[in-house]
C-alpha cells in the first residue's frame, strides 16, 4: 500500500488490524512533503506507527469516526496546511468561493475552527481517547489570542477543543517522542515534558518552577496593555535554547507551554525530505475532484525552515521559529531526479525554495550557541553586524539544478528578501538569479514605501529598494534581458494613516505600476501586527499607533493603490478630499485622478 489507508478496506489490505493513530485532517490527503500531514503520519510510519488518514471528514455522520476502530495510541488532528478560517474566509470576512485544499475545490469540506469541532466529535464518540493536536491552527492558538473573526480574545484551543496535548511548530521529532512514551504505557496525562508541546492541568504543584508567569485569560481578554505585554513575552520565548516554559492562567486551569523543540539538523532535514512520499493526492481524492494546491507545490522543492525576517504581519518566528534549517545539496538534487521522473513533468522547476528563499544558513554563529536575540532583530532596522551575508551554497544548489537532465528551467517563486540580496558584496547570486531563475517577473514585497509603516512592518527603509529596483533594471540591461518587477503591496497595515496611502499611490503613480491586487492586511493568529491591530500599540515599544479600523477606510486605503480603476474614483476622491491633497486632484501629470464633472 503505497499511500496510507483512508478506507477501511485500505487499511485491511495494509495489512492493520487496530491503527496506532488515526489521523484527522481539515486537507485532502496529498502524500507530499509541502503537507504536515504526510510528513507527521510518514515520520510515524519510519518509526515502526500504523497511521490511517481520515481525511476532511463529515462532521455530520458519526459513523466517520468509526471508520478504523478506536486508535490503539491516539487520534492526531490538525485543519490542514491553513488556518480553517484563513481557509474560508477573506479579510472582508466573506466566505471564500473556493478551497484548493480539497477535491475539486469544493468550500465547506471542512468546518470553521476545524480542530474544536473535529475534537468535540472525537470526545463524544472516544471519551477516554488520547487526542493530540497541530499543525499551524493549532500552533498559532497555542496560548489565548486575538481572533479576527470573533473580533475577541480567545482561549487556547487546547481548552476550547478538549484535546490532551497541543504539538506547536514543526513536529517531527515531537510526535515520535509522543508516540514513543505512549507506546512505552505512559498516559496521555503524564506528558507534561515534552518540548514542543503545550498541555493544561488545574494542578498547581505541575506548574514547572522555572516558568514565566503571563497574564491571566480573563485579564487579557479585557486589558489590550497587558495583552500586548503578555504578546511580548511569548514572541521573545520562541527560541529552543533561551525559550522559558510559559504559564497562562485560564479560569480554573492552566495553559503550560513548553519550550520549543531545538531545530532539525541537516541531516534530520534530509531524513524528513526522503520519506517516501507519493507526491500527489490520494487517487481516491483525486477521482472526486482536482486538489489545485498540489499544482504549484508537485514541482517544486522546499530546501529550509524558519525565517529570521522580523516581518511583524508573518506567525512564522512564532511557528518555525527564526533559526534557519535547511537541505543539503544531495537531498535537494534527490528530489529533482524524482520530479524528473515524474512522467507529468515538463522540465520546469517552479520553485526552490522556502518561507524565505534566499535564507539557506542561520543568521549568525552565535545563535546556534547561545539562541536567537530576543532584544533584537537580524536585519531590522539595520542589518546585525553578527548576520552572514552569504549565497554561495544556495547558489551551488540552483547551479546544479539547471545542469540537470531533463531540466528546462529552475525558477525561484518564493519571496526573495531583497535587502539581504543587496547585503552580499558578492553580486553573483543576483546577477545568476536574474539570468536563470526569473520566470519574466520577480515579485519581492517591499509592501510598503512609507518608512513609517515600514518600521512597524520589520520591513526595509524605502531607499533601500529603491537601489534594488535599480539594480535588478541593471542587471537585466546588462544580460539583454526584458523582465519585470512586481511588487507586493499591503494596504491597511497598522500605523498606515491615510496619508501614508497617498504616498504609496503616488508612488505607484511615479513607476507607472497598475496593481491588479491589493493585498490588505489580514490580522491572522498571532502574529505582531495582529496585537497592533487589536491592541492599538506597538508591542515592542507600547507607544500607540494609529489603526485603519473601519472597512471603509480601509476600502479608501485599497482603493488608492488601485486609484486607476475607475471602479474607485469615488473612494480615491473622497479619500483625497479629506487628506486635503487637492493637487492631486486635476489634469496635471502628477494628479491621480481627475476632477469631478
Ligand atoms: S546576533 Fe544578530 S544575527 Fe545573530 S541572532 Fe542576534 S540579531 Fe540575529
Not at 93 to 122: F, L, M
Not at 291 to 314: K, L, P, Q, V
Not at 410 to 433: A, I, T
Request: hydrophobic share 35%.
Amino acid at each position: 500500500m503505497p499511500f496510507l489507508p483512508i478506507n477501511k478496506q485500505e487499511m485491511i489490505q495494509a495489512n492493520i488490524i487496530k491503527p496506532d493513530f488515526v489521523f484527522v485532517s481539515g486537507d485532502g490527503y496529498c502524500d507530499h512533503p509541502s503537507f504536515g500531514t504526510a510528513i507527521i503520519a510518514r515520520m510515524l510510519e519510519r518509526f515502526g506507527y500504523s497511521v490511517c488518514i481520515l481525511s476532511q471528514p463529515d462532521i455530520r455522520n458519526f459513523k466517520v469516526w468509526l471508520e478504523f476502530g478506536f486508535p490503539r495510541l491516539g487520534w492526531l488532528v490538525n485543519s490542514g496546511n491553513i488556518d480553517s478560517m484563513v481557509n474560508h474566509y477573506t479579510v472582508g470576512k466573506r466566505r471564500r468561493k473556493t478551497d484548493s485544499y480539497t477535491p475539486g475545490g469544493i468550500i465547506g469540506k471542512r468546518p470553521d475552527r476545524a480542530i474544536i469541532k473535529y475534537c468535540n466529535e472525537i470526545r463524544r464518540v472516544d471519551p477516554n481517547g488520547a487526542i493530540i493536536i497541530g499543525g499551524i491552527e493549532a500552533s498559532l492558538r497555542r496560548l489565548s489570542h486575538y481572533d479576527y473573526w470573533d473580533d475577541t480574545v480567545r482561549k487556547s484551543i487546547i481548552i476550547d477543543s478538549q484535546a490532551d496535548l497541543l504539538v506547536y511548530g514543526m513536529g517531527e521529532k515531537t510526535i515520535i517522542e509522543i508516540a514513543d512514551y505512549l507506546a512505552s504505557g505512559l498516559k496521555i496525562r503524564d506528558l507534561i515534558f515534552i518540548k514542543g508541546t503545550v498541555w493544561k492541568t488545574k494542578d498547581i504543584s505541575l506548574i514547572p518552577n522555572s516558568a514565566i508567569k503571563l497574564p491571566s485569560y480573563d485579564l487579557i481578554r479585557t486589558d489590550k496593555k497587558t495583552y500586548a505585554e503578555s504578546f511580548m513575552i511569548q514572541y521573545n520565548n520562541t527560541d529552543s535554547i533561551t525559550g522559558k516554559p510559559l504559564c497562562e492562567p485560564c479560569q480554573n486551569e492552566f495553559i503550560i507551554q513548553n519550550p520549543s523543540r531545538e531545530p532539525l539538523t541537516r541531516e534530520e532535514m534530509d531524513q524528513v525530505y526522503d520519506l517516501p512520499f507519493m507526491r500527489t493526492a490520494h487517487p481516491l481524492l483525486e477521482k472526486i475532484g482536482h486538489i489545485a494546491a498540489m499544482d504549484e507545490i508537485r514541482h517544486s522543492i522546499t530546501i529550509n525552515r524558519g525565517c529570521y525576517g522580523g516581518c511583524s504581519f508573518c506567525a512564522l518566528t512564532m511557528h518555525q521559529g527564526r533559526v534557519i534549517q535547511s537541505r543539503s545539496k544531495d537531498s535537494v538534487i534527490r528530489e529533482a531526479k524524482q520530479i524528473i521522473a515524474d512522467p507529468e513533468f515538463k522540465g520546469y522547476i517552479h520553485d526552490v525554495g522556502g518561507p524565505t528563499a534566499n535564507f539557506y544558513q542561520p543568521a549568525c554563529d552565535k545563535q546556534l550557541e547561545f539562541g536567537v536575540c530576543s532584544n533584537k532583530q537580524c536585519l531590522h532596522p539595520t542589518p546585525c553586524k553578527n548576520l552572514k551575508v552569504d549565497h554561495t551554497d544556495y547558489l551551488d544548489i540552483l547551479r546544479t539544478l539547471r545542469e540537470l537532465a531533463g531540466i528546462k528551467k529552475v525558477f525561484v517563486r518564493s519571496g526573495v528578501r531583497y535587502d539581504y540580496v543587496m547585503y552580499d558584496k558578492n553580486d553573483d547570486f543576483f546577477r545568476e538569479l536574474v539570468q536563470y531563475h526569473v520566470s519574466g517577473q520577480l515579485k519581492v514585497a517591499p509592501e510598503h514605501v512609507s518608512d513609517t509603516v515600514l518600521d512597524l512592518m520589520g520591513k526595509p527603509h524605502k531607499a533601500l529598494y529603491d537601489r534594488f529596483v535599480k539594480k535588478y533594471f541593471q542587471l537585466n540591461a546588462d544580460l539583454h534581458k526584458e523582465q519585470y518587477l512586481v511588487p507586493y503591496l499591503m494596504s491597511s497595515h497598522p500605523g498606515s494613516t491615510l496619508n501614508d496611502a497617498i504616498i504609496l499611490a503616488e508612488y505607484i503613480r511615479d513607476i507607472g505600476y497598475n496593481p491588479e491586487q491589493v493585498q490588505d492586511f489580514y490580522p491572522t493568529p498571532a502574529t505582531l501586527s495582529t496585537t497592533m491591530y487589536h491592541t492599538g500599540l506597538d508591542p515592542r515599544t507600547m507607544k500607540p499607533i494609529y489603526i485603519p479600523k473601519s472597512q471603509h477606510e480601509k476600502a479608501m486605503q485599497r482603493a488608492l493603490i488601485q486609484y486607476r480603476d475607475p471602479k474607485n474614483y469615488a473612494l480615491v476622491l473622497e479619500a483625497l478630499t479629506k487628506a486635503n491633497r487637492f493637487d492631486l486632484i486635476g489634469f496635471g501629470e502628477k494628479c491621480l485622478i481627475h476632477p469631478q464633472r
